[in-house]
């Protein structure tokens, strides 16, 4: 059983020229129906002629080659003029005249090469055709034949238009195309910074903590099973994230949400950073994206911690109210920096631009004590 709601998709693929054809056909029918005989556009006051075999030809000249005035323009421009001519000179004066307007609106909007030569080439045409009616006696002036080229005229110069139209549409899509595939390759960086950066510091801290264990078991054994969580961790937030660059891959996103921050906490103290974690409030239903914000604000500031500042005291504060979220996270200026890996310091260029994104404020900076802080404040309510 055909599915008639599949019919107007199916009809779309199919090719231009079998699109066009109906109307070509329904034009030439139209055209010899006795009915509408000699209500054609007419250039002069030749008699008109009674239809015989030329006429049907000269119809089938003007029509049918509008099936393929998508697919080959210019043949079709040149058959179609060729047809009319053949109508002013015989006087059939057939509703298929009108096929050479539309013929011109076609080639000006698909013609892509040489189009001045085109337009130059069916300009010059057109002289002979005047030459010859006004030697038939049609009795035209000159200014009524340049009026007549003018209306053919503005049918060229308004496909013309159309064609600059789709063309700029065009550019405009493969700009903003350009420009969403910018985007997202800096989301992936941007992902990609939070989810390396954070576990491979954690690993790096604990695997240089070990280096001193060797004498105590316990603590050498605890070490290196962190060392292993973290790197499970890492390699389960690497693979999903992946998986988001499948075109096939089907499932929502995976996005830290403040609900996390727990986890987050335990992991960076089973890497040596003592943490202070206090969160007041609850987190909003329609935080939206202010909370995966918020967890990457926290998540860049302990991995700064580890890394520059490892083993001092580190407080972390999460507020939340009806209309925002306030992260603010604090480090004392002791501690060892001898197993922190070098930065690439666009993590919190990255955080910044992230708030500023959704309206908030954030800052960045050391204490006049030689700590440092990060602070953000995250409206809340936004769109994930």
Known sequence: M???????????????????????????????????????????????????ALALVAVAL????????????????????????????????????????????????HVERHRRTVAVLASVAYVPLAVALDQLGAGETVAEYATFYLVLAIAWGAGGWLRLSRVAEAERRRHLAETTRA????????????IVTHHVTAMVVQAESARYLTAVPDRLDQTLTAVAD????????????????????????????????????????????????????????????????????V????????????????????????????????????????????GSGRGLAGLRERVGVLGGEFSAGRRPDGGFVVQARIPAGSVS
Do not use: M
């Open 2 to 52: 055909i599915d008639l709601r599949s019919i107007p998709d199916r009809w779309r693929r199919c090719d231009v020229t079998v699109r066009d054809l109906p109307a070509a056909l329904l034009l030439a029918v139209v055209s010899l129906l006795p009915v509408l005989n000699d209500n054609g556009t007419q250039l002069g006051n030749l008699p008109n002629r009674p239809f015989d």
């Open 299 to 342: 998540q860049e500031a302990l991995t700064n911690a580890l890394k520059y500042a490892h083993g001092s005291r580190t407080v972390v504060h999460v507020q939340h109210t009806g209309r925002e979220i306030t992260v603010k996270v604090s480090t004392d200026g002791s501690g060892s920096r001898a197993a922190s890996p070098g």
């Open 230 to 297: 973290t790197g499970r961790r890492a390699i389960t937030d690497l693979r999903h994230l992946l998986d988001l660059l499948n075109p096939d891959h089907g499932t929502e996103p995976r996005t830290q949400t403040v609900g996390e921050l727990h986890t987050l906490v335990e992991q960076t103290r089973q890497a040596g950073q003592p943490v202070e974690f206090t969160e007041e409030g609850r987190p909003q239903e329609t935080a939206g994206s202010a909370e995966v914000v918020a967890y990457r604000v």
């Open 183 to 194: 985007a997202e390759r800096t989301r992936i960086a941007r992902e990609l910074h939070d």
């Open 62 to 109: 003007e029509c049918l080659p509008l099936a393929v005035r998508r697919r080959w323009p210019v043949a079709c421009l040149a058959l179609v003029s060729l047809g009319f001519a053949v109508e002013q000179l015989r006087g059939y004066y057939t509703v298929a005249t009108i096929a050479l307007p539309i013929a011109l609106l076609s080639a000006g909007v």
